[in-house]
């Protein structure tokens, strides 16, 4: 399978705990994007990288969320002291970016699944 | 902030049936996109409608751009129970927003009864 996969699927965890996601994009792919997911809502946009750097982080990413790509290959996504409020999905999404960013469809993964207790 | 929003929030059809869902954007864009996600899944691209263009196909869909009315339209025909999903459109934002990631709406969510 050669599409964008996270891990974990699932994550469980205490309140004040930190948590790390990971991404492998697709292969070809410079872009890469972070978005996270709320029960009934769309996707929301957290950040994106075009290689190994980080153009642009959303004001939902709060510090206590980091966000690295160090080869730009794969991504992590680290929620430092969790709280109930970040529970949700989160999603990466990657796609090539040629010309006009905008005008590429992306293309994401399963997510993973954050339940804070 | 969410740039779109669909309507209606929920449907439920019969199989066979045609399903159009609407979605209304606030900012100028360079172009739309159209999403399905099944339940706990992620998310899948079906179209990509650019600024200057009215009309696309794609299979069995159908989606239309009004940029006089910062509206599109998605049209599924003859539904299948497999179509059950949510359907999210998207937009870039050409007014000097972000470079190329996506504004979501909420959704529609389709339910095809066999």
């Known amino acids: 399978d050669t599409g964008v996969s996270q891990n974990p699927r699932h994550k469980i965890t205490k309140r004040g705990q930190n948590v790390t996601f990971r991404c492998d994009p697709i292969?070809?792919?410079?872009?890469l994007y972070w978005y996270r997911q709320t029960l009934g809502q769309g996707p929301e946009f957290l950040t994106y990288f075009q290689n190994e750097a980080q153009l642009e982080k959303s004001r939902l990413l709060s510090d206590r969320f980091s966000a690295e790509r160090p080869k730009g290959s794969f991504s992590t996504l680290e929620i430092q002291r969790t709280e109930q409020g970040d529970s949700a999905m989160y999603l990466c999404?990657?796609?090539?970016?040629?010309?006009?960013?905008?005008?590429?469809?992306?293309?994401f993964g399963d997510g993973t699944r954050l339940s804070i207790l | 902030s969410q740039q779109g929003e669909e309507d209606p929030q929920a449907l439920s059809i019969q199989e066979g049936e045609n399903a159009t869902m609407n979605c209304s954007y606030k900012?100028?864009?360079?172009?739309l996109q159209w999403y399905r996600q099944n339940s706990g899944r992620g998310l899948v691209h079906l179209i990509l409608i650019r600024s200057n263009e009215r009309e696309k196909h794609s299979g069995r869909l159908r989606v239309t751009l009004d940029t006089s009315k910062k509206s599109s339209s998605l049209l599924i025909t003859a539904s299948r129970a497999a179509d059950t999903a949510s359907y999210f459109c998207a937009t870039d934002a050409e007014d000097g927003g972000s470079q190329g990631n996506l504004i979501f709406g909420k959704g529609t969510k389709l339910s095809v009864k066999p």
């Open positions: 900012t100028s864009i360079n172009n």
């Open positions: 292969s070809e792919h410079n872009r």
């Open positions: 999404a990657s796609s090539l970016v040629l010309g006009q960013p905008g005008n590429q469809p992306q293309h």
